[in-house]
């Protein structure tokens, strides 16, 4: 190794842990605000955005999608979102509500935007995302019950109100799973 590669691996090792130190300082002063409250810097929010959206990507580029054209998978998933999802995430014709405004970051409300990758919908239901209040759908439900909901979310964007509340009349009522203590 060259004399300057040395020097070049000795200052890249010497940022690293300058910026480490600086970092550990800052958490233990309590510098950052995790308040729900106070939103993210920019640089913040770019960081996790993308860390975000490439684990997701990573993880869900493997997951094989069913048929998703079905209306009795697509009412299936509206019971369930009605049921489960419209507190954050709303319902076609719902404003916010008294919840959404509290969340940092604010759950996207997914009636209003197009609808995403399938797999990436399955695998974020399924697994969750830490620190959003997004849970875990896969630990309670079914990868049968999760698809249904990926279902429903790709129609949810073109739907009027009275489509999704007649959607849901048909559906039924949500079966909320009985856990054993």
Same mark, same amino acid.
């Given at each position: 190794?060259?004399?300057? =590669? +040395? /020097?070049?691996?000795?200052?890249?090792v010497g940022l690293l842990a300058a910026i480490v130190v600086v970092g550990a300082v800052l958490a233990g002063l309590g510098?950052? @605000? !995790?308040?729900? @409250?106070?939103?993210?810097?920019?640089?913040? *929010?770019? !960081?996790? /955005?993308?860390?975000?959206? *490439?684990?997701?990507?990573?993880?869900?580029?493997?997951?094989?999608?069913?048929?998703? $054209?079905?209306?009795?998978?697509?009412?299936?998933?509206?019971?369930?979102? @009605?049921?489960?999802?419209?507190?954050?995430?709303?319902?076609?014709?719902?404003? @916010? $509500?008294?919840?959404?405004?509290?969340? $940092?970051? *604010? #759950?996207?409300?997914?009636?209003?935007?197009? #609808?995403?990758? #399938?797999?990436? =919908?399955?695998?974020?239901?399924? %697994?969750?995302? +830490?620190? &959003?209040?997004?849970?875990?759908? /896969?630990?309670?439900?079914?990868?049968?019950?999760?698809?249904?909901?990926?279902?429903?979310? =790709?129609?949810?964007?073109?739907? &009027?109100?009275?489509?999704?509340?007649?959607?849901?009349?048909?559906? /039924? +009522? %949500? %079966?909320?799973?009985?856990?054993?203590?």
């Amino acid at each position: 190794m060259s004399r300057f =590669q +040395k /020097g070049l691996l000795t200052g890249a090792v010497g940022l690293l842990a300058a910026i480490v130190v600086v970092g550990a300082v800052l958490a233990g002063l309590g510098a950052y @605000d !995790v308040g729900a @409250d106070s939103p993210h810097t920019a640089l913040t *929010r770019a !960081v996790i /955005g993308f860390v975000r959206e *490439r684990s997701v990507e990573v993880r869900a580029a493997d997951i094989k999608v069913p048929p998703l $054209n079905d209306p009795k998978m697509i009412a299936e998933g509206a019971e369930h979102y @009605d049921a489960m999802c419209t507190g954050c995430h709303l319902a076609p014709g719902m404003s @916010d $509500n008294e919840m959404r405004p509290g969340m $940092n970051p *604010r #759950p996207p409300a997914l009636a209003k935007i197009p #609808p995403d990758d #399938p797999t990436e =919908q399955f695998w974020i239901i399924k %697994h969750g995302i +830490k620190m &959003t209040a997004m849970p875990a759908w /896969g630990t309670t439900h079914s990868d049968e019950e999760i698809w249904n909901m990926v279902a429903l979310l =790709q129609k949810l964007p073109k739907m &009027t109100p009275a489509e999704y509340r007649a959607l849901v009349a048909v559906s /039924g +009522k %949500h %079966h909320a799973m009985d856990m054993e203590h």
